[in-house]
């Protein structure tokens, strides 16, 4: 469909927002080489919790998905989702080993911990299909979108880096950001006007759980 999506239209209507998460100093000063490979370790050790913690809510919206959604294509990508995930725990370690950071004593930093609280409350039965996909979604495209922009042209990441960037930079995980995306859209269409301002919130409290855990990468905080 070449409808405008709720989606796109959130993103137009908070264009300044989200592109405070998308162009982070942090991601910002991977893509111009200046990154401080401490920052990056922080951020390394810190993400790795958040993903296990990830995991649980993309099982949640396994759940509602199969029971809520009237389109059984969309366990198929949530499940795509989770495959990468799993994929995803097994490269920070190898990351982690490579960069001399140790997984097992990382003390997970408050904005991690609220970010990790927020996604809990999201796996209540009591959040609805459309809002829990539209939290997937912006977590998702938060990243695909930060590290995209560090493997355009002209852009000086350093060649230790890449790997990091390619992870969710690269066109599949662009394609798989779309059709979570495309999904969000087709909930929303269908939702009341409550749910859709509901997931609205939760879009922006994403984008804004997104830019405290770039901040975290300071090493003074
Ligand atoms: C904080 N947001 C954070 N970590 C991630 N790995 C992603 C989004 C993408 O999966």
């Known amino acids: 469909s070449n409808k405008v999506g709720v989606v796109e239209t959130w993103l137009r209507k908070h264009?300044?927002?989200f592109t405070g998460a998308t162009r982070h100093p942090f991601t910002l000063s991977i893509r111009d080489g200046t990154v401080d490979f401490k920052s990056f370790k922080k951020w390394l050790g810190q993400d790795y919790i958040f993903v296990r913690a990830f995991v649980p809510f993309l099982a949640s919206v396994l759940v509602k998905a199969s029971k809520e959604s009237d389109d059984t294509s969309d366990i198929?990508?949530?499940l795509s989702g989770m495959a990468s995930i799993n994929d995803e725990i097994a490269w920070f370690k190898k990351e982690a080993s490579r960069f001399g950071v140790s997984l097992t004593s990382v003390v997970?930093?408050?904005?991690?911990?609220?970010?990790?609280?927020?996604?809990?409350?999201l796996m209540s039965?009591?959040?609805?299909?459309?809002v829990a996909m539209t939290a997937f979604w912006a977590i998702e495209a938060v990243y695909q979108e930060s590290f995209a922009h560090c493997l355009e042209e002209g852009s000086?990441?350093?060649?230790?880096?890449?790997?990091?960037?390619q992870r969710w930079g690269n066109e599949g995980?662009?394609?798989?950001?779309?059709?979570?995306q495309n999904i969000a859209n087709r909930c929303l269409e269908k939702a009341p006007d409550n749910l859709?301002?509901?997931?609205?919130?939760?879009?922006?409290?994403?984008?804004?759980?997104?830019?405290?855990?770039?901040?975290?990468?300071?090493?003074?905080?």
Not at 156 to 165: F, R, W, Y
């Open 173 to 180: 995980f662009g394609k798989y950001c779309q059709s979570l």
């Open 76 to 78: 198929e990508v949530i």
């Open 108 to 121: 997970p930093q408050k904005a991690n911990v609220d970010y990790c609280r927020f996604l809990e409350s």
């Open 125 to 130: 039965s009591e959040v609805e299909y459309p």
């Open 15 to 17: 264009r300044l927002v």
């Open 156 to 165: 000086k990441t350093p060649e230790e880096l890449k790997e990091t960037c």
């Open 196 to 221: 859709v301002s509901k997931a609205e919130v939760v879009f922006l409290r994403v984008v804004e759980h997104e830019v405290q855990f770039w901040n975290m990468s300071r090493l003074e905080a």
